[in-house]
């Protein structure tokens, strides 16, 4: 039976995310809590329906989120039938909605393919330890690092990128700048006299993510991108709490994966991204 999730259902869904925990071909997108009050508090904002046996335990997780104008889909995580749990939530959805799995996650892939989902790309991510991490030499010659980037250049940068992040394309002033205040934010900024010709972000904690890092399309084939990502491995690992770093690239991306495993990078995991757009 499917239904909308209830209080009472807390522990069956943390305990379907220790299972999906267990195995990394099960990965889906799915909440962040582990524990009862933040499932609670993590769920207050979302549509989120189960799918539960005959004793009511439940068998199948599936959620809608908010994204921008569009929304994004949790699931469907579960050991009984996926289809059910991911029809009734998906008929609440008012737009275009995303959904994340395993590359490897085959019987979720096919569910949301048979839902109208059409695969968009694959990202790769890799993974640094502290103690894989070696030296990593300063910037040379006329290079120089520096901690920030103006407000147009940080634009301009993202606009002549690949991947571009339409969102930040949108930032005003403001939202920029509270974004270069964030504790955990670290910008790198590779400078040729006074041009800036690359640029990378990271997000530090124990894990610290290589958000992002680009050379402008003019400045390619200089190896700036090894001296970008030197920089970022020393600065992530120079903070005591940082036991590695991660990295991701699109499946489009075949520079910046040889750049990551050329540096010690280990391949961890595909993700695919799927879209449903009904409006279309």
């Known amino acids: 039976m499917i239904r909308p999730m209830q209080s009472t259902d807390t522990p069956d869904v943390l305990a379907l995310l220790e299972w999906m925990d267990a195995q990394p071909e099960r990965e889906v997108l799915a909440p962040e809590a582990r524990t009862p009050?933040?499932?609670?508090?993590?769920?207050?904002?979302?549509v989120c329906f189960v799918d539960v046996d005959e004793f009511d335990g439940v068998r199948t997780y599936c959620a809608l989120s908010g994204f921008e104008a569009d929304h994004l889909l949790e699931g469907p995580l579960g050991t009984g039938p996926l289809a059910p749990a991911l029809k009734r939530v998906l008929s609440a959805a008012k737009g275009s909605v995303y959904a994340f799995c395993a590359r490897d996650n085959i019987v979720v892939r096919d569910a949301l393919e048979d839902a109208r989902f059409h695969p968009m790309h694959t990202t790769d991510f890799y993974e640094l330890r502290r103690d894989q991490a070696g030296p990593s030499p300063a910037a040379p010659g006329d290079l120089r690092i520096a901690p920030r980037v103006d407000f147009e250049t940080y634009r301009a940068l993202y606009r002549f990128s690949e991947d571009k992040w339409s969102s930040r394309l949108e930032w005003t002033y403001t939202n920029f700048e509270a974004h270069a205040r964030r504790d955990d934010v670290r910008m790198l900024v590779l400078m040729r006299g006074r041009s800036a010709v690359g640029f990378a972000e990271l997000e530090i904690g124990e894990t610290a993510n290589l958000t992002y890092l680009a050379v402008h399309p003019a400045e390619?084939?200089?190896?700036?991108?090894?001296?970008?990502?030197?920089?970022?491995?020393r600065e992530?690992?120079?903070?005591?709490?940082?036991?590695?770093?991660?990295?991701?690239?699109?499946?489009h991306e075949s520079a910046a994966k040889k750049l990551y495993?050329?540096?010690?990078?280990?391949?961890?995991?595909?993700?695919?991204?799927?879209?449903?757009?009904?409006?279309?």
């Open 37 to 46: 009050h933040d499932l609670r508090l993590e769920s207050e904002d979302k």
């Open 220 to 233: 390619r084939g200089h190896g700036y991108g090894r001296v970008l990502l030197d920089a970022a491995i």
């Open 261 to 280: 495993t050329r540096r010690g990078l280990s391949w961890r995991r595909s993700v695919v991204t799927y879209l449903r757009d009904e409006t279309a």
């Open 236 to 251: 992530a690992f120079s903070h005591a709490e940082v036991r590695a770093l991660r990295a991701r690239a699109h499946d």
